[in-house]
């Protein structure tokens, strides 16, 4: 099992940056594709950003491309999301998940792809 912890989150102006963090424990971290989705309130989970378990293959939602960074370090185990100029409708929970799904047959932006999530942390922009 993997277990995730996102932090990082919090309050920030429209324009402004925030980098969330998300560290792994349990199995070989190195071996399992990684993403970030969110969730305003009142709607569902939406896909951000997935990375490739070598860290050589990415994708983004539109909403986020060109904005956002996804970003991994296997030796810390640990998976970032860099979110510059922000805006207001950024305002969500952030999560972290995982898939040992290898990156070529997983379905990178559904959420039933992912077995592990992590508990969330939220951002909210200010405008």
């Known amino acids: 099992q993997v277990q995730l912890v996102e932090s990082g989150g919090g309050l920030v102006q429209a324009g402004g940056s925030l980098r969330l963090s998300c560290a792994a424990s349990?199995?070989?971290?190195?071996?399992?594709?990684v993403a970030w989705f969110r969730q305003a309130p009142g709607k569902g989970r939406e896909f951000a950003a997935a990375?490739?378990?070598?860290?050589?293959?990415?994708h983004y939602d539109d909403s986020v491309k060109g904005r956002f960074t996804i970003s991994r370090d296997n030796a810390k185990n640990t998976v970032y999301l860099q979110m510059n100029s922000l805006k207001p409708e950024d305002t969500a929970t952030y999560y972290c998940a995982a898939t040992s799904t290898p990156w070529a047959l997983a379905a990178k932006t559904w959420e039933n792809q992912y077995t592990h999530w992590g508990q969330g942390t939220q951002v909210t922009v200010s405008s």
């Open positions: 349990g199995r070989t971290f190195s071996g399992y594709v």
């Open positions: 990375m490739s378990q070598s860290g050589a293959r990415t």
